[in-house]
């Protein structure tokens, strides 16, 4: 029932992950790319993600 709501929210957090992520300075399709090829990016897109508190509520 709200599983599209649901998507759409994981989706944006994604891309938000992404785009704070600033060590590869690309395009947010060739990060979510780079980062699907190697864990080692996703772990600093992932740790990107958590390391500013100002935008975790």
Do not use: C, G, T
Request: glycine share 0%.
């Amino acid at each position: 029932m709200h599983s599209p709501q649901n998507f759409a929210l994981l989706r944006r957090i994604a891309l938000n992950a992404l785009e704070r992520e600033s060590s590869f300075r690309r395009s947010i399709r060739q990060k979510s790319r780079r980062a699907a090829m190697s864990d080692r990016y996703m772990l600093s897109v992932l740790a990107a993600a958590l390391s500013n508190p100002n935008h975790l509520p």
